[in-house]
């Protein structure tokens, strides 16, 4: 895209927004519901590009990218009345008649950087907190996913105002042009290192940011009586009913996204002391960019497998001669998204929430915690910070201001200047609420 | 500090989830000179009750406030757990070089931004709290009782917080051009109730900081439109650190002292043909901190408060949002990010960590391989189409 064609979008997202329409509760509300028109009319388009970027099955574009923005969507449709009313507080009695309320208003125009793993809901998720807390927007898909890419940017302006909501395609050059503009909010799901540049540059504007990072998410997985078995065997005997005797005829697996990654997850698994402890699986086609689910027991440590986010079919078991150390294990490596734990024992499940720090924590099953909208999703120290889903979408969106109402009846001579002693007892007894101590002084009956 | 249930879908039951807070660690926090004391303890008293370790660095332009600081909080507090820093820029540097999980900073928004862009190395969380030019629109107000009211309470926030040099101080105000006279009249009868004829003499001001903001406020007053505009004041002392308390109308708008934020005792008028005016005035410059209006007009109150954008409205009076601990103070815009206060102080330094525990109940629909059926499934589960779903698990739907 030419620099002027970003310098026209933003001019055009600014009028719209100054035009105070994206604040109309029906204007949020049809943009939602256009959302909605979209992921109905076009779920055959979607799940063909996400087949084409991804390879991935329809079952799982619904499960994880279709579904889930639906939820979300009727769930914003739901609550937007709620989320937009102002919230009254309480004030102390020494202000009395004083009223104070929390109005949410939109910060202004936002750019929304998305990654290429989930390429459609995560561009979609917090788009839906952008619209609902009434801001106009950018959408930058990632070019890795360019089938997605290209739906969203002939299907947004069907489906939604395209004076203010645009979606902006490209790669790192474009990125850095978007960059270099002034924001109200930057949200951006990435990697570590793309999340660096991008507070850096946000930082030039003091524009807020979230990072939605990743990390090592761990899975503890305690010794279960009742399963007989090795944990080895049952994994591979699960692959084997989910993906088939040869996974790589299987329809149910996403492919890996390039060739770039696939290399990536190659030459982790070149290592001689990883390729030593594969038990399972190993085997690739590059020109299907197919890696075979692959189990690794206790690759060295150091290697690169255990020590960068792996974001790959290869899963490498750990062992420990005593499940309770892995909250050292785990505390002693930068915070994940999100820490999963499967086990029976109540002692255990305390000291991991207590002893541990992550984004998450979801115990006996994984991943599931991403649809539950009650609960904020988000990262912390590398994992990234700010959450979003739910009411947090809104939240993250939206500036609470502060409203204090006043009355022109109550003024005290006590609290202006010129100061004096008993003045300053006046506003001791003031801050410790000390309401009969401040009756007694206004009617001069103590002094201080 | 207590976790919180919260209500899973009916859908996932009985699955529990909660949010439990967590300490993020090791918080530094910045505190600006004009509140030395006051800026420092607040978010300190956030960064405790979320249970973090913490580094004061106080600002080096107040320095008695920065040793006592220095010297009372190793004897109150757990030394080797809050710890206070002293010192100038060079130690600002070094400390930024260090892994912090929250920086806290307030002061300007030029410093501002040398920290976010510190923060990112360790892609370390901040909270900046800035400033910005706060406007005060006053409506044309007939009663004589409103207007003393009035007037003692732009004073109250103008000059009593720190002689003007206060982020939440009003900055300018903004009247109609028929009223001009009469605000300027008030608000010299109400100076000197509160610091008599020669504010020189009073013990009720604040000094100026230092040299530098001295001549700073000197040089705004140094601009012939602007000097020209001054109705009243404009004494300065170069001796005393000492600038009167100062009223001006309608100086030029593009002086800086319409463009940067004043920080000190000069308080400008600019008048408007009518007040509602003051509502695009107000929004073709960056957000500020606080916004305050006073007025009885209800109408024009809804319209300031949804048709402009600040870090607070504070209607019929002045910088007292401050005390208020369920209002979260905080920026936008050029004014910053993060708030604090109340639980929004410990909020600021929490991880909400979201919970969730479920049963070894499960269904084979959520795993591959997949098919049409299970796409059903999905599908009901999505749409919380209870009914569908008892159907499917009866197999009496296809």
Sequence with gaps: MELLDIDQSMEELRESFKSRKTRSIAWRRSQLKGLQGLLEEKEGDIFRALQEDLGKP??????????????????????????????????????????????????????????????????LEPLIGAIAAGNAAVVKPSELSPACSSFLATNIPIYLDNKAIKVIQGGVSVSEQLLDKKWDKIFFTGSARVGRIVMSA????????????????????DTLSSYRDTKVNMLKDRIQRNYGN?????????????????????NILKDPKVAASIVHGGSMDEDTLFIEPTILMNPPLDSEIMTEEIFGPILPIITLKKIEDSIEFISSRPQPLAIYAFTKNETLKKRIVSETSSGSITFNDCIIQFVVDALPFGGVGQSGF?????????????????????????????????????KLGFLRAAYNFDYIALFLMLLGLKRS | MANKRVDMPLMAFPTTGEIVPEPLGLVLIFSSWNFPVGLALEPLIGAISAGNTSVLKPSELAPASSSLL?????????NKAVMVIEGGAPVAQRLLDIRWDKIFFTGSPRIGRIIMSSAVKHLTPVTLELGGKCPAIVDTLTSSKDREVVAKRIIGGKWVPCNGQGCIAIDYLLVEEKFATAMVDLLKSTLKRFYGENPRESNSLSRIVNKQHFMRLKGLLNDPGVAASIAHGGVVDDDKLYIEPTIMVDPPLDAEIMIEEIFGPLLPIITLKKIEDSIGFINSKPKALAVYIFTRDETLKKRVISETSSGSVTVNDAVIQYVCDTLPFGGIGQSGFGRYHGKFSFDTFSHEKAVMRRPFLDFNFRYPPWNNNKLQFLRSVYNLDYFKLFLLFLGLKK
């Design chain 1, 202 to 221: 946000a930082s030039k504007h003091l524009t807020p940011v979230i990072l939605e990072l990743g990390g090592k998410c761990p899975a503890i997985y």
């Design chain 1, 386 to 422: 700010g959450k979003y889903h739910g009411k947090f979408s809104f939240d993250a969106f939206s500036h609470e201001k502060a409203v204090l109402r006043r009355s022109f009846i109550t003024e005290f001579s006590s609290g202006s200047p010129p100061w004096n002693d008993f």
């Design chain 1, 246 to 266: 040869d996974p790589r005829e299987s329809n149910s697996m996403s492919r890996i996204v390039n060739k770039h990654h696939f290399q990536r997850l190659r």
């Design chain 2, 70 to 78: 220095t010297i009372l909080v190793p004897f109150y507090l757990d």
């Design chain 1, 58 to 123: 329809c079952a799982e574009s619904y499960r994880d990218e279709v579904g889930t923005v639906k939820k979300s969507l009727n769930l914003s449709l739901a609550c937007l009345e709620e989320w937009t009313s102002s919230k009254k507080v309480r004030l102390p009695m020494v202000l009395f008649p004083t009223s104070g309320e929390l109005v949410a208003e939109p910060l202004g125009v936002v750019l929304i950087i998305t990654s290429w793993n989930f390429p459609l809901g995560l561009a």
